[in-house]
């Protein structure tokens, strides 16, 4: 399963992009394969201010539901709003055009106890 | 027992392959302290006396008389077709189509019912799954609450009085406030009150809910009470009666954001209660907040056309307690009840029908006024008015002892309404005949005189 | 012959046994599970000017009084057809359903039993059909005397003190006993409780409901014989516990073993127990969850009583209650007068009920057929039934050991938990692609991954009308597709084969709703024909 290096990961399967003093988030491609094929996803509107481990948002798959938590604090200064449309983008490219939100860190950039590549793939080898 | 294919030999045989001599042991796991001793109950009754018990207890039901009573539930005539379609056990003794591939008559019964429904409301998600026109108020109204994130909602008090009491109790549970819009004494609901509820900031409305006849019969100005919604980012409720909606202008084009209403009169029998068919429409941008199972259209590997229950994430058994609802019933045959009876009738048939009892009720307005009941309001109204009669209660009760069921005094409803003590509700459908409107003026004559 | 001789047999010696003792099976394809043609949209079999005849046509102007601001500009889009291509349509579309009537059904915790044919006459007698919901009490002696008495039936089955008969399904009677507990609490000015407490192997509906009541839902993990953990409920209990919610038997077909001191541990600390009753066809006659001690229960009528389930619905869900909770069911319940007659409660006559929760009196059409499913059976009956129900999920359940897996390997209620898990390991193929071959061998599969607690899990019910070849037979097309899933698993991947459409695309289903017909869009997938 696909897990790039360079990104932060949370225990709850999201990932974080750090660029500057933003964030971009998005799901892991573990968790996209977990849920199955990926229909509604349901995202924050721009300027909310969410805490580290807020639930921002909602994923829906076929048969399945799961919430999604912010990773770190920050506001949400962009969402992706192609998936509203078109979903499976979590699905085809959880990395890239599936990502969800942009995020203006609170603390100014630190990854704070985020998990690197290798401690999340040892997390999801491990079950 | 009466359905059980068990033989002696067939459970002893069951028995010996798990090696115990008596089903007591399979029941061993129940302590002593709470295992029950068995039922104090009749012994079983053999079909044919069942069958008389039935049939003489059926007998002792009024069925007989002439009936001007509606307030919520309305005879109509239900073409033979429909109960024959509703007897095929492949429908009746089916479950929720959980396997799609199995399943594609439920399935597609519902997406048609969505397709008809929708027609006639013009809204676009249409949902089979609520029990009754209460319910599905009550639904509607947490509807409003949930995709405006506001407490408060508004009933006119001219809403069906046990679909306000409902919504009351689903209120029961938490922080939400219900209020009461008052109507005119004409018997509609009081816009300028609805204007100054709407007005307060500090307690932003969620949803107003109108009926439309109200619960009075009247018609209801809806597209001003939808602009008043609006205005206040509020939603409007509409409750309205399907057979209706084949002449009154439908709740979409009015503004409605949700129609709900009972769907008995699309088939349904009576029952003295029920099982009826909760009505309940909705526009797209509501679709995620809508209660209960949704069947959509889509393709099968194939590329067949096929259907499948769809957007199932909303529900209990995905979602638990975050679900929009605890509902579980998809109300399939009686859903299938009212497609039979559209598909039978369409849409100059529907007409004929909400026409016909239009036309019977404005002979019953003219008799019962020729005999001293004239009308109590003076708003339009379609199939269902008010009448004035001195002590509505006695005048019902002997209004019975001449075989006519004289509808309902409103005083039951509006209990602390003094004017509505001399007030009975009644109804006429196509059913209605003029031999029955004749037979209610002359007994009407008479306990006045 | 032993379970285990039957699974090492060949596939092709059992299918040819198939073929030999049931003519339309072939093999590999024992058997169409259903029949008939996809079929039209009736928009598209609706021809302009079809469909008269029905209602005489009513005076030019019959809707004159009726201002134009309140009337249809046009009529609605319903489609124009006659009788014969309705009846068609339909009966046709009957043809594409599974159902009870046509094969066995075992869809754990759904009981779906034979439905009487005499409870679907009883139920159309004009007599009760015909009958106006606020018709007056001296009018509706007959349904009123029916349904007292039902209430009687199911307090004696229920142990229980009252019965309401409002509630429309099971679900409307989780949420009318969760409002009852809020009532009760409040009542006694004991308004600190939040949480209602749910086990992990409990329906959806149980915490959807505590969350509609206005309650924090608190889970709590099952021990490892399938039960509820004791420490784990004690841990979670305390003052802000309004009430648990308990399936019993449970939904992994288990009696609750510590059922006692659970229900001593709920009410020591002040909460009320809940039974939902979608289980209690296990335990007629044997367990009486108000003798016991649960405060309140709902029945699923269309579970336990045999209503028809009618591809979903109407039920009716009756909630009965012990004598704390009696005064806040909802009303009107119907009670007997003086004069040996029968009434409705009246409004405000029990100022503690927390109203109604539907209109009118309740499903009474279905609390008929329940009716009439009691007294046909009577108390020595039904406790067959439970026996029966018992004794074939048991049998059942040993005759799939050793080729599924059994989670919780103790004496079952009426139905049972196996696992697909070992043969998803070896051979990839999961309980859902062993759910879809059944279907090809000519059964309803049963209720899959439910239990939430146990991995790719079948929960199996046989009820109690089926018979002993109907259990033999589908115990051998699962030991059969368990050797498929080695021999040939795409034939398993693939399945059905032999269903009127093969597995569906539900991702775009629901990525982009298509929910009601629109004529004319120009990208139909074609019309069957």
Known sequence: MDVPDGLRYTDD??????????????????????????????????????????????????????????????????VNEALASKPELVNDDPYGEGWMLRLRLADGGGAGSLKDAAAYRALIENG | MPYGPHTEDDRTRMLAALGIDSVDALFEDIPAAVRARGLDLPPPEPELTLAARLEALAARNRVDLASFLGAGVYRHYIPAAVDQVLSRGEFYTAYTPYQPEISQGTLQTIYEYQSLLAELTGLEVVSASHYDGATATAEAALMTVRATRRERVLVSRAVHRQYLETTRTYFGGGHLALEELPTTPDGLTDLAALEQALADPGRPVAGVVVGQPNAFGLLEPMAEVARLAHAADALFVAVVEPVSLAVLAP???????????????????????????????????????????????????????????????????????????????????????ATVYLATLGPHGLRDVAALGAARARELETALAAAGAPRLHSAPYLNEFAVRVPDAERIHRELLRHGVLAGLPLARWYPEDPALREALLVCATEVTTPAQIERFATALRAVLA | ????????????????????????????????????????????????????????????????????????????????????????HFVNLSHLNYAVDTGFYPLGSCTMKFNPKLNEWAARLPGFARLHPLAPDETAQGT????????????????????????????????????????????????????????????????????????RTITVRSNERGGVDLDALRAALGPQTAAVMLTNPSTLGLFEEGIVELLEAVHAEGALAYMDGANL?????????????????????????????????????????????????????????????????????????????????????????????????????????????????????SRLRGTYEIPYDRPCKHEFVATARPLKQVTGVRTLDVAKRLIDYGYHPPTIYFPLIVEECLLIEPTETEALETLDAFAEALLAIAEEAHSQPDVVRGAPHDAPVRRLDEATAARQPDLRWRALTGAETPCPQ
Request: hydrophobic share 40%.
């Open chain 1, 13 to 78: 399967h999201e990932w974080l992009r750090l660029e500057g003093e933003e964030g971009i988030v998005g799901i892991t491609a573990y968790a996209a394969d977990q849920l199955g094929d990926v229909v509604f996803v349901e995202l924050p509107a721009v300027g909310a201010n969410l805490q580290e481990r807020q639930a921002f948002g909602v994923i829906e798959s076929v048969k399945a539901v799961s919430d999604l938590y912010a990773p770190l604090a920050g506001e949400v200064v962009a």
């Open chain 2, 251 to 337: 709740p979409g084009e009015y503004g409605a954001d949700i129609a709900v209403g009972e769907g008995q009169p699309l088939g349904i029998a009576p029952q003295y209660g029920g099982p009826y068919l909760g009505l309940l429409a909705a526009t797209e941008a509501l679709v995620r907040q809508v209660p209960g199972r949704l069947v959509g259209r889509t393709t099968d590997l194939d590329g067949r056309r096929a259907y499948v229950m769809t957007l199932r994430a909303r529900e209990q058994d995905i979602r638990r307690e975050k679900a929009a609802s605890n509902i579980c019933t998809n109300q399939a045959l009686c859903a299938l009840a």
């Open chain 3, 1 to 88: 012959m032993t379970e285990g001789a039957v699974a090492r047999r060949p596939l092709e010696e059992l299918a040819a046994e198939r073929h030999e003792a049931e003519a339309p099976r072939r093999p590999g394809h024992p058997r169409l599970a259903v029949g008939a043609a996809l079929q039209p949209t009736l928009a598209e079999l609706s021809r302009a000017g079809r469909g008269e005849g029905k209602i005489p046509h009513p005076p030019a102007d019959a809707l004159e009084a009726i201002p134009l601001e309140h009337r249809r500009r046009a009529p609605a889009a319903l489609p124009e057809l006659n009788e014969p291509e309705v009846v068609r």
């Open chain 3, 144 to 215: 009123l005397e029916l349904l007292f008495e039902l209430q009687q039936l199911l307090a004696e089955i229920s142990g229980m003190s009252a019965v309401s008969l409002q509630p429309a399904a099971g679900a409307h009677g989780e949420l009318t006993g969760i409002l009852m507990v809020r009532a009760y609490h409040e009542s006694r000015g004991d308004t600190a409780r939040s949480e209602v407490i749910v086990p992990d192997s409990s329906h959806g509906t149980n915490p959807a409901t505590a969350s509609m009541a206005g309650y």
């Open chain 3, 281 to 397: 066809n296990a335990v007629l006659g044997k367990f009486k969850p108000g003798a016991a001690g649960f405060d309140v229960m709902h029945f699923n009528t269309h579970k336990t009583f045999s209503t028809p389930h009618g591809g979903g619905g109407p039920g009716a869900g009756p909630v009965g209650a012990g004598e704390r909770l009696a005064p806040f069911l909802p009303g009107p319940r119907v009670l007997r007068d003086e004069e040996g007659g029968f009434r409705l409660e009246r409004p405000a006559e029990r100022p503690t009920s927390i109203g109604r929760v539907r209109a009118y009196q309740g499903s009474v059409g279905v609390l008929v057929r329940a009716y009439a499913y009691i007294l046909a059976h009577g108390g020595s009956g039904l406790v067959q039934v439970s026996e029966d129900a018992v004794l074939a999920a048991n049998y059942l359940k």
